[in-house]
């Protein structure tokens, strides 16, 4: 049976009616990565014999009658940036190659809680910084839909297992695009939530005012259940916010009438790829013909938002990664005859060159002199792309973007960093503005996955879930398996 | 440019990085190049707006001051380098 095709929901329905066991399930899905992992290069870390301890206990609890949650038995997936006791969690960095945690991160722990499965940890771009998980010490995860391209980034591997049937659920973290971008490459959905909607606690810090957790699945009506899970307040995280947390599953209604969805045109200018721009076209369309409303508005401070991102990114990173000195945890060069030159030499060899840019163009930013110039000045142009949202959703309910303005490209590594940073340009301006944002399968482009973004209101996941859900009720995209071409 | 080799040296410095001599020059050069395309900001005159650190209305977050258990010495130890004495162990700080 091809279990690991399935949705969670789907699945969950199977579980209860007892179709199906746990063990029977996690199984399945273990061979499907023995069959696909060594093409794919997903995962960091497996954890197979953990995981099918927990199945065996959930498959008690169903036979003893008890009510299991709706992610109880089903196996799913973690970037491995998010902190998990006693399973190595390394930001696919030499850096933390051998870290064991010591705790766990909060959303781990409502996980647990809900007697989930945890299958293994996914490969990121180091430390969560890149757009293709090329910048991994682990090597690159190839995308499903052909093994020459790059699955997008930096939850590239989260991306790729729920492609290419490696998990049914996973975890991502997006703090410029790095759940939307790889979802759009590879045909899944992904969510970044509303800022402080999910806390960030045991998500190793990459840019704290941006960092959000998500889930990357199948389809909408997982996203809405991991996410139903997952939010909610903590006292660990001062910034996670003291809200209620909707039923998002409730909000997954197949109607748009009425619905206002404003087109940012500067998101359809120069730098779309005509055949991105002829799927969005055609989804608008249908949109339309469901009854939503479509009107067009202006985002005017969006050409900014990629530099302003890439100066406040890596000043918080830069000071986020200071705490990598070799002395409490992570890599130490054991040569080094004092302490100053140890931290130096740890840091040199423990992480990567992309890393290494951030933090020194953080370092340089933040520095006197320079500080004005760069950093103060990227925080008031962060206001005015802010307001630009405030302004745009008083003519709209939520609006409509590609997600990027490209499909999958080759794992070639010819690129240089700051052509590759212009590519983030459609979901950067939305963590600058910690509003919520949907990738959502679109149609295809020369056999590719097109991912067309939905952007929401603070705190209002609920109208993009709906129109999400809306759009792939009426379409067959999210069906359709990657078929693991190429090479 | 922006930055010479030296001015990357320097900042390397204070990241507590280095950089190999044979990426230097074009370590330099990718950074000159971000930093001249930062320039396209100074078309925006951003006189008297509020700059943006964080989105949320939040400032401090209080709680009741009550004890919980914290982390043993044994499990903060446990991902260390290097150990002596219960204690986190490296080299010689001071000449």
Request: aromatic content about 8%; hydrophobic content about 40%; proline content about 5%.
């Amino acid at each position: 049976m091809d279990l690991y095709k399935s949705t969670a929901h789907e699945l969950h329905e199977k579980l209860v009616k007892k179709e199906i066991s746990s063990v029977e399930l996690t199984n399945n899905v273990y061979d499907r990565i023995a069959e696909v992992e060594k093409d794919v290069k997903a995962y960091v870390t497996l954890d197979k014999e953990n995981a099918l301890a927990q199945a065996a206990k959930v498959d008690k609890m169903i036979a003893a009658g008890e009510a299991i949650a709706p992610l109880a038995g089903i196996p799913g997936a973690i970037k491995d940036n998010i902190s998990t006791k006693g399973l190595r969690t390394t930001c696919s960095s030499k850096m933390l190659e051998n870290l064991n945690p010591i705790y766990d991160a909060h959303v781990i722990k409502k996980l647990r809680a809900d007697e989930t499965i945890f299958l293994g940890k996914t490969n990121l771009d180091e430390f969560a910084m890149g757009s293709t998980t090329e910048t991994s010490y682990f090597g690159t995860t190839h995308n499903p839909w052909n093994l020459d391209l790059v699955p997008g980034g930096s939850s590239g591997g989260s991306a790729a297992t729920i492609a290419a049937g490696e998990a049914i659920w996973s975890l991502g973290s997006d703090t410029g695009g790095s759940i939307r971008q790889p979802a759009s490459f590879t045909g899944c959905v992904g969510i970044k939530p509303t800022y402080g909607r999910v806390s960030r606690y045991g998500c190793v810090a990459f840019a704290s005012s941006l960092d959000q957790i998500g889930p990357i699945t199948r389809d909408v009506t997982d996203a809405a259940t991991v996410l139903n899970t997952i939010c909610g307040v903590d006292p660990h995280d001062s910034t996670s916010l003291p809200v209620d947390v909707p039923d998002f599953t409730k909000a997954l209604k197949q109607d748009v009438k009425g619905l206002k969805i404003g087109l940012p045109k500067e998101y359809f200018g120069a730098g779309l790829d005509p055949k991105v721009d002829a799927v969005l076209k055609k989804a608008i369309a249908d949109y339309e013909a469901m009854g939503a409303e479509i009107v067009e508005v202006s985002l005017p401070h969006t050409e900014y938002a990629v530099i302003t991102y890439y100066i406040i990114a890596p000043a918080e990173a830069s000071a986020n990664l200071a705490r990598f000195d070799g002395v409490r945890y992570g890599y130490r060069n054991m040569k080094a005859t004092s302490a100053p030159e140890m931290t130096t030499a740890s840091r040199t060899e423990g992480f990567g060159s992309e890393v290494k840019r951030r933090i020194m163009l953080g370092t340089y930013v933040l520095s006197s002199g320079y500080y004005d110039a760069y950093y103060l000045k990227a925080m008031q142009v962060r206001t005015l792309i802010r307001k630009d949202f405030e302004e745009a959703f008083k003519q709209c309910d939520l609006l409509l973007t590609p997600t990027s303005p490209v499909v999958a490209y080759p794992i070639d590594g010819k690129m240089d960093p700051l052509a590759i940073y212009m590519l983030d340009v459609c979901t950067i301006p939305v963590n600058l503005a910690g509003l919520p944002g949907i990738s959502v399968p679109a149609g295809f482009a020369d056999g590719l996955p097109v991912g067309m973004q939905l952007i929401g209101k603070l705190l209002d996941e609920e109208t993009i879930l709906r129109a999400a859900y809306t759009f792939e009720q009426a379409h067959d995209y999210h069906k359709v398996m990657a078929p693991l071409g190429g090479k | 440019m922006k930055v010479t080799t030296k001015d990357v040296e320097y900042i390397a410095q204070l990241s507590r990085l280095t950089i190999p001599e044979s990426e230097m020059e074009k370590f330099t050069e990718q950074f000159n190049q971000i930093l001249n395309y930062a320039d396209i900001l100074n078309e925006l005159d951003t006189k008297g707006i509020e700059p943006t650190a964080h989105v949320l209305p939040l400032s401090n977050v209080l709680r009741e001051d009550i004890a919980v258990e914290g982390v043993s010495q044994e499990v903060a130890l446990s991902n260390a380098p290097a150990v002596h004495d219960g204690g986190f162990k490296v080299p010689r700080v001071i000449e």
